[in-house]
């Protein structure tokens, strides 16, 4: 029996993706990220020290606080005095994302701030996080650059993050709460433009799956992720020309 989604869309189809750069004020670089009903704000900002391991080494820093505020879930959220697990896991897989593409020496000693604020969850959180953090990150980068902060080029590649998962036993692209929450196996995986896996997370509930079956899923995950690329690629076209390694 085949399996419908509730929104209608195909096994292999995004949710529809809305990018609203330079979303604050005040920050260096800022997005308001949305992937179907998962709303996420990003936003950059640069400290003029690094932690102690980098003193005096000349390279920089990028670091993430990710907090899914609480009107975000149908239940009251609490409000994150103290970093659950969860939390922790995620701007940590954020922070690493955005490092595996940045030359951390052209950015000087200093650290850059990224905060991902969810506001709306509906699945994929820590996906849209990264996808969001790289375009404010790419704002950010291209305001030092104009300040003359930053040498360049100082970009490596684009990177994007999306979510898959097998449900009865079909594979499905970026999965929204419904999903996920009866999912068999659930995928997250951050890749580059050039197909580099950053990190993989996947976990099976209930019962393993195959190496065909891993396989199968990050080929979907690929071709999600090039969609997504290519909308980051046209929303900033005219900020990443002189960030990018030629």
Same mark, same amino acid.
């Given at each position: 029996?085949?399996?419908k989604?509730?929104?209608?869309r195909?096994?292999?189809?995004?949710?529809?993706?809305?990018?609203?750069k330079?979303?604050?004020?005040?920050?260096?670089?800022?997005?308001f990220?949305?992937?179907?009903?998962?709303?996420?704000?990003?936003?950059?900002?640069?400290?003029?020290?690094?932690?102690?391991?980098?003193?005096?080494?000349?390279?920089?820093?990028?670091?993430?606080?990710?907090?899914?505020?609480?009107?975000?879930?149908?239940?009251r959220?609490?409000?994150?005095?103290?970093?659950?697990?969860?939390?922790?896991?995620?701007?940590?897989?954020?922070?690493?994302?955005?490092?595996?593409?940045v030359?951390?020496?052209?950015?000087?000693?200093?650290t850059?701030?990224?905060?991902?604020?969810? *506001? %709306? +969850?509906?699945?994929?959180?820590?996906?849209a $996080?990264?996808?969001?953090s790289?375009?404010? #990150?790419?704002? !950010?980068?291209?305001?030092?650059?104009?300040?003359?902060?930053?040498?360049?080029?100082?970009?490596?590649?684009?990177?994007?993050?999306?979510?898959?998962?097998?449900?009865?036993g079909?594979?499905?692209?970026?999965?929204?709460?419904?999903?996920?929450?009866?999912?068999?196996?659930?995928?997250?995986?951050?890749m580059?433009?050039?197909?580099?896996?950053?990190? *993989? %997370? +996947?976990?099976?509930?209930?019962?393993?799956? $195959?190496?065909?079956e891993?396989?199968?899923? #990050?080929k979907? !995950?690929?071709?999600?992720?090039?969609?997504?690329?290519?909308?980051?690629?046209?929303?900033?076209?005219?900020?990443?020309?002189?960030?990018?390694?030629?």
């Amino acid at each position: 029996m085949e399996i419908k989604r509730k929104d209608g869309r195909n096994f292999d189809q995004l949710r529809e993706i809305k990018i609203n750069k330079n979303f604050i004020k005040h920050a260096l670089g800022s997005c308001f990220f949305e992937m179907g009903d998962t709303k996420v704000i990003c936003t950059v900002n640069s400290e003029d020290k690094v932690p102690p391991f980098l003193k005096d080494t000349k390279t920089g820093w990028i670091t993430a606080e990710y907090s899914m505020l609480p009107g975000s879930t149908i239940e009251r959220t609490t409000r994150q005095s103290n970093l659950t697990g969860r939390s922790q896991e995620i701007q940590r897989m954020i922070g690493r994302s955005l490092r595996g593409v940045v030359d951390l020496k052209k950015i000087g000693e200093r650290t850059l701030w990224v905060d991902c604020d969810v *506001i %709306q +969850a509906d699945g994929g959180t820590r996906t849209a $996080s990264i996808t969001g953090s790289f375009i404010a #990150l790419v704002e !950010a980068l291209n305001k030092m650059r104009k300040m003359g902060l930053i040498a360049v080029p100082v970009l490596k590649d684009y990177i994007a993050a999306v979510s898959v998962g097998i449900i009865q036993g079909k594979e499905f692209l970026d999965l929204a709460y419904s999903e996920d929450s009866i999912a068999s196996v659930d995928l997250n995986i951050v890749m580059t433009e050039k197909e580099k896996i950053i990190e *993989i %997370q +996947a976990t099976a509930e209930g019962m393993p799956f $195959s190496k065909e079956e891993l396989d199968s899923l #990050l080929k979907l !995950a690929k071709k999600g992720i090039k969609e997504i690329i290519s909308i980051e690629k046209e929303i900033l076209k005219s900020e990443t020309e002189s960030l990018f390694s030629k």
